[in-house]
């Protein structure tokens, strides 16, 4: 049964020979004879989500030679553990989160999303995190040594950055928007006077579904990501 549970999530199963496979656990936690192997079935895993009648964001988490974790979820996102979840069982550490990117929005998939760094930056467990579009190309967010977790100042100004970046070339209507809000932050407005703050939140977020959004997605993570010990690469197509 072993196998079959694993052969059942492996459809591409290039390159997967049985004798790769190792066991099955009780709680689906599978332990395949080596790294390569447990990682081929993460990816494996993903991209058959993706490529389902309804594409569906699909993930895993691998350790070394050990799948611990793999769940489906929907169009726009999945959940994995959190530190605290994982913490409930042993000591684990370094461990690489697998998981797709549907082509939403009417455009190509786009790369790990603010939302994806946020997860990654909190949980100190994972040291990778991957997603993959449905031709399998891959966008990466590793932690290098002396990564040490943005604090919540640290990481909101990372957010202000990713917005400048991403609206550097404003259209009129992004401008108005854009200029109301400075007006807006420089009489130090509150956060409870949410309307300007959500306008240019929702700017912010529609122009990350443009092609033009995602290139820049890109370059502002490869750009930005190395001054706080973490490390961006991509094979995407729209990356470059
Ligand atoms: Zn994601």
New binding site residues.
Partial sequence: MITILARAYTPVRKGIRPDDLGYVFGNNRINFANRNVAQKFAKNWVLKGLHCKVPH?NAAVVKDNKVLFFTRGTTY?VEVPTDDVWNLGQNYSNMTVF?G?TDSYGAKASP??Y??LYIFNQNKLYSKLI?YNKEGEASIFIKLSKFKKLNMDKFFRVRQDMETALLQNPSPEQKEVINEFHAWDKARGHLEDYEFYSRKTDLFYNEMRTAYGRKKMHDFYKEELPWHRLKYVTNFSNAK
């Fill in positions: 964001e996102g998981h990117h790990l999303s939302g994806d997603a």
